[in-house]
């Protein structure tokens, strides 16, 4: 699961239509390489005036604060790896935010897979068939756990062009 929460200050993400078309934006990372659309949850947490401080001050422009836990699948551990997941953020980001003016961070925290459970289900592992049946009904449903397997295998990594794809997919779609 991929989860995303956009803290802002209220002179930005003002109404319904601004949070979905990110939203959007943002599951299409994950779906173009596999994963189920309902993994990827956004929320959206209004910062009010005087509650949020950068640097000790209250922001003098609009400020948006991102935090993202992984916990389906989980990048190798190199430079490459990493800076191609953040070109992929970039990319979603650019329009909605960035584009905008506003000054934004975030931060990605990988979280153990085996601590995740989606409607009690241990999730289907990544890429298997039983997981690509959730992405196409886009819900946790029963599977059978191969046979001779005790729990879930650890995933393999995001391959470095599976990245560079997805961010280059988000910035098709975000000038479309």
């Known amino acids: ?25 943002i599951t299409g990372i994950y779906t173009r390489i596999g994963l189920p659309a309902f993994y990827v949850i956004v929320n959206f947490v209004l910062t009010p005036s005087g509650t949020a401080f950068k640097g000790g001050e209250i922001p003098d422009k609009p400020f948006v604060r991102i935090t993202m836990d992984h916990i389906a699948v989980h990048l190798e551990s190199s430079v490459e790896e990493y800076r191609a997941s953040t070109a992929a953020f970039e990319e979603v980001l650019k329009p909605h935010i960035a584009d905008k003016g506003y000054d934004y961070e975030y931060h990605a925290d990988e979280t153990e897979r085996e601590l995740w459970r989606v409607n009690g289900f241990i999730p289907p592992p990544w890429q298997s068939e039983a997981e690509k049946e959730w992405a196409r009904l886009n819900k946790a449903v029963p599977y059978e756990l191969d046979e001779g397997k005790r729990g879930q295998p650890l995933l393999s990594p995001i391959k470095l062009n599976e990245m560079r794809k997805a961010a280059e997919e988000a910035a098709a779609a975000s000038k479309a």
Not at 6 to 24: E, G
């Open 1 to 25: 699961m991929p989860l995303w929460i956009i803290y802002h200050t209220p002179d930005c993400f003002v109404d319904t239509a601004s949070k979905q078309a990110l939203a959007k934006d």
